[in-house]
């Protein structure tokens, strides 16, 4: 994997959850929960429901502007990666959307590259290799500087 971060819950700024402290994730049972196949979120919901967590699934979609649409609409919420989120709200600030932690650990969302076994690399690909290392690791410290902030109660966005 080329980087990784936790996952939160997004919600619409005037769903009862906005703003409150962290959550449990059998709270997903109570919740319309939307699912963005693109992003993985199927194995994700998977494994909570085999960890005996039930999410209430009411939709399925294959894009973050749809998903977006939805939870702003008041359709439901989702579980997205925090890094996925914090851009969203960096490129559209006005957008009334809110992040709720969970109170316990979470499969983090992992990104990453593949290419064949024994397969000679041109240098361009090494060099794309390594700007992708580079920009996730700056989201790393994004993130920890998030959660940091998040965690005394100020907002980042």
């Known amino acids: 994997p080329v980087g990784?971060?936790?996952?939160?819950?997004?919600?619409?700024?005037?769903?009862?959850?906005?703003?409150?402290?962290?959550i449990p994730l059998s709270r997903l049972e109570k919740e319309p929960c939307i699912i963005n196949v693109n992003r993985g979120d199927e194995y994700f919901f998977q494994i909570l429901a085999n960890l005996g967590v039930k999410p209430n699934i009411v939709c399925k979609c294959d894009n973050d502007l749809v998903e977006t649409n939805l939870i702003s609409?008041?359709?439901?919420?989702?579980?997205?990666?925090?890094?996925?989120?914090?851009?969203?709200?960096?490129?559209?600030?006005?957008?009334?959307?809110e992040m709720v932690m969970f109170d316990e650990p979470t499969i983090p969302a992992t990104m990453g590259y593949a290419y064949l076994k024994d397969t000679f690399l041109p240098k361009s690909a090494e060099i794309l290799c390594k700007i992708l290392h580079d920009f996730f690791k700056n989201d790393d410290e994004k993130i920890a500087k998030i959660l940091k902030q998040y965690n005394s109660g100020k907002k980042f966005y």
Do not use: D
């Open 73 to 97: 609409s008041g359709f439901g919420v989702s579980v997205s990666p925090l890094l996925n989120f914090v851009k969203l709200k960096e490129n559209y600030p006005l957008l009334q959307l």
């Open 4 to 22: 990784h971060c936790q996952r939160v819950l997004v919600v619409p700024s005037n769903h009862v959850l906005a703003g409150s402290s962290p």
